[in-house]
């Protein structure tokens, strides 16, 4: 089991926490098999969408470990940096995105969220109506899986910060 002492400190900052436990160590065939699943849910789906999807579940949920992967990721992968800094004001900065990365940004918050146990029918139609039904059902599989993995990241006090683009995890 891994102790959440302090590990390193850069000067003038907080220490780095170390993370209460490497679950994918000790799971391993769940890792793999999450990682399977995120490598399905993407298929068909535009990168840059998928990594806005990512980032915003990722900051509702507060995984600080999926925050720092997914914005660099975007990055590589050529997205601007104003707008992963908008997402988190997305309604008040709704002229950065499409139509359909609104449609999808607030899929994203609905199915995260489930307020009152539940996805609206309006925030579901006005998905349906960007996306063809194989498209928003593998939308519908990346949101679950990021929230999945985001569920791992919090629990588990993964350390950000030393992600590599191009890494899986």
């Not at 029918?121 to 899986?145: G, M, N, R, W």
């Not at 919090?154 to 683009?165: A, E, F, I, K």
């Amino acid at each position: 089991m891994t102790t959440n002492a302090n590990t390193t400190a850069a000067p003038g900052f907080a220490p780095e926490e170390a993370p209460r436990l490497e679950w994918a160590k000790h799971a391993p065939e769940v890792y793999k098999a999450m990682i399977r699943l995120d490598t399905a849910a993407k298929r068909g789906l535009d990168p840059t969408l998928y990594e806005l999807v990512k980032i915003r579940a990722s900051q509702i949920n507060h995984c600080a470990l999926c925050i720092d992967m997914h914005t660099k990721d975007a990055l590589a992968a050529g997205e601007s940096v104003e707008r992963i800094i908008q997402l988190s004001a997305w309604e008040e900065s709704r002229h950065f995105y499409t139509e359909k990365e609104l449609a999808a940004i607030e899929l994203t918050e609905a199915v995260t969220v489930l307020t009152d146990g539940f996805v609206p029918d309006a925030v579901y139609e006005k998905a349906a109506a960007h996306f063809e039904e194989p498209e928003l059902a593998q939308l519908i599989a990346a949101i679950t899986v990021i929230n999945a993995w985001n569920r791992f990241g919090v629990t588990c006090r993964m350390t950000p910060g030393h992600y590599t683009p191009g890494q899986h995890g």
